[in-house]
T-cell receptor, first 113, second 115 residues
Framework: GNSVTQMEGPVTLSEEAFLTINCTYT??????LFWYVQYPGEGLQLLLKATKADDKGSNKGFEATYRKETTSFHLEKGSVQVSDSAVYFCALRLTGANSKLTFGKGITLSVRP | DTEVTQTPKHLVMGMTNKKSLKCEQH?????MYWYKQKAKKPPELMFV???????INESVPSRFSPECPNSSLLNLHLHALQPEDSALYLCASSHVDRVVGQPQHFGDGTRLSIL
C-alpha cells in the first residue's frame, strides 16, 4: 500500500534558524508529492508540490526536492519566522480516477522570537 | 484566503439534533471531498464526489449523509451523532485527477462539538 512517514515532533526552533522536516514515502506507483501547512484554527493550505523525480517545489522560502532514489521529500527553509509556527503534513497522491491523498502524521513546528 | 468556503465555522449540537454542514467552491473543480480531522492528527477521508456522483465512501456510519446538489456545492447532513464525532470537518475540492499532480484545495473547516 501507500504510506508517508514523517519525523517525530514537535519541533521548536528560534527565529532565523534553519529548518528541515523529514518525509519519506512508499507507493505502489509513481506519486505526486505535497506539503500542506495548517495554521491554528484553519484548514490545510497547499505549501508546495512536486510531480516527478528531481522536481523542486518552492513557496514562501520553503523548498522540497522529489528524491526517487531515497523515496524522500524533505522540507527545508533557510530562516524560519514566528509566523511559520504551524502543523506541517507531507502527502502523496497517485494519478488516476478517485486516487486518494495519503497523509503523514504531521509535525508541529513552534518558532520562538 | 481560502477559495473553498465552509459554513458554519462552529457548530454545537445534541445527539438527537439534525444539522447540515455546507461547502462551496467556484474553481470549476469536479471532485469534492469530506474529511474528518481530530486534534493533532491528519485528516481522514470520509467521502469523495466525482462529477456530482458519490465515488468513495470510506465505510462512514450512516449518521453522516453526504449530498452534492451541483458542481459547486457539497453538503454533509448529520443526524444522531455521538460524542466521538466531535472533530473538525474539512471540505476539499480538486480537478478530477487525469492530470498528474492535481492538489486538493481545503476550506477552513467546521468545528463540530456533540454534547
Amino acid at each position: 500500500g501507500n504510506s508517508v512517514t514523517q519525523m517525530e515532533g514537535p519541533v521548536t526552533l528560534s527565529e532565523e534558524a534553519f529548518l528541515t522536516i523529514n518525509c519519506t514515502y512508499t507507493a505502489t506507483g509513481y506519486p505526486s508529492l505535497f506539503w500542506y501547512v495548517q495554521y491554528p484554527g484553519e484548514g490545510l493550505q497547499l505549501l508546495l508540490k512536486a510531480t516527478k523525480a528531481d522536481d523542486k517545489g518552492s513557496n514562501k522560502g520553503f523548498e522540497a526536492t522529489y528524491r526517487k532514489e531515497t523515496t524522500s521529500f524533505h522540507l527545508e527553509k533557510g530562516s524560519v519566522q514566528v509566523s511559520d509556527s504551524a502543523v506541517y503534513f507531507c502527502a502523496l497522491r497517485l494519478t488516476g480516477a478517485n486516487s486518494k491523498l495519503t497523509f503523514g502524521k504531521g509535525i508541529t513546528l513552534s518558532v520562538r522570537p | 484566503d481560502t477559495e473553498v468556503t465552509q459554513t458554519p465555522k462552529h457548530l454545537v449540537m445534541g445527539m438527537t439534533n439534525k444539522k447540515s454542514l455546507k461547502c462551496e467552491q467556484h474553481m470549476g473543480h469536479r471532485a469534492m471531498y469530506w474529511y474528518k480531522q481530530k486534534a493533532k492528527k491528519p485528516p481522514e477521508l470520509m467521502f469523495v464526489y466525482s462529477y456530482e456522483k458519490l465515488s468513495i465512501n470510506e465505510s462512514v456510519p450512516s449518521r453522516f449523509s453526504p449530498e452534492c446538489p451541483n458542481s459547486s456545492l457539497l453538503n454533509l447532513h448529520l443526524h444522531a451523532l455521538q460524542p466521538e464525532d466531535s472533530a473538525l470537518y474539512l471540505c476539499a475540492s480538486s480537478h478530477v485527477d487525469r492530470v498528474v499532480g492535481q492538489p486538493q484545495h481545503f476550506g477552513d473547516g467546521t468545528r463540530l462539538s456533540i454534547l
